[in-house]
């Protein structure tokens, strides 16, 4: 039962261009949401977060929006650079999962020159 | 880096065996996770201690077992390993003053491999 779901394994996007990773969930308790980019033989390393109050957190190139009524939420990362080539995950917590991480299978993001 | 130390990077060991990995959370983080990647497949939890004391359990086989030690420093016992244990396994750190919405950091993994 996957119930973070990343559809997309893999994209491909221009430098400078903007780059769109999607993630849906399927447990309406989850209520706080991360993104974390992992590079190969390395952990995953934190992007960014958001909480279920708000649709929209922002830290420099990166955007969360959450949109709940579709159980959804996207990163968008502009302007796309070389060095954020990688894996992203989309993880998900809420009360009734004792602040265990459930996580997406990953987008793996490529930025081309 | 997060702050997140876990030893050793690599490990090759035989079926049957048993290994011990260890992992050192950030400073002042009370709350250790462990997670397990193996190949095509998300980070599935395993396990959480909170100052030393068992707080969730995931998808853990019972081959498997933790601890939190007073230094809060964490070790994933394997045992009996099998072919298909062979993963990643990283672990995580987070305040853990809160039940939820607490980021984890990450460490850098210890890959395993059972030959």
């Known amino acids: 039962d996957q119930q973070v779901k990343q559809n997309s394994p893999s994209l491909s996007v221009q430098e400078g261009r903007i780059s769109i990773l999607n993630c849906d969930y399927t447990n309406s308790m989850f209520d706080y949401f991360l993104w974390y980019k992992k590079y190969p033989a390395e952990g995953p390393t934190f992007l960014i977060s958001?909480?279920?109050?708000?649709d929209k957190n922002e830290d420099g190139r990166f955007t969360v929006f959450l949109n709940k009524s579709a159980k959804h939420l996207s990163l968008h990362i502009v302007p796309s650079q070389p060095g954020d080539s990688a894996v992203y995950f989309c993880a998900a917590s809420g009360p009734g999962t004792a602040s265990k991480l459930t996580f997406g299978t990953g987008t793996r993001l490529q930025v081309t020159l | 880096d997060s702050g997140v130390t876990q030893t050793p990077k690599h490990l090759i060991t035989a079926t049957g065996q048993r290994v011990t990995l260890r992992c050192s959370p950030r400073?002042?983080?009370?709350?250790v996770y462990w997670y397990q990647q193996s190949l095509d497949q998300g980070l599935q939890f395993l396990i959480q201690?909170?100052?030393?004391?068992?707080?969730a359990k995931g998808n853990i086989l019972e081959r498997f077992s933790a601890q939190q030690f007073p230094d809060l420093h964490s070790e994933l016992n394997l045992s009996s390993l099998e072919l298909g244990d062979s993963a990643l396994y990283f672990c995580a750190s987070s305040v853990g003053n809160k039940l939820y919405q607490e980021t984890q950091y990450f460490g850098p993994g210890t890959r395993l491999l059972v030959l």
């Open positions: 958001i909480s279920s109050i708000k």
């Open positions: 400073s002042g983080d009370l709350s």
């Open positions: 201690y909170y100052n030393g004391e068992e707080r």
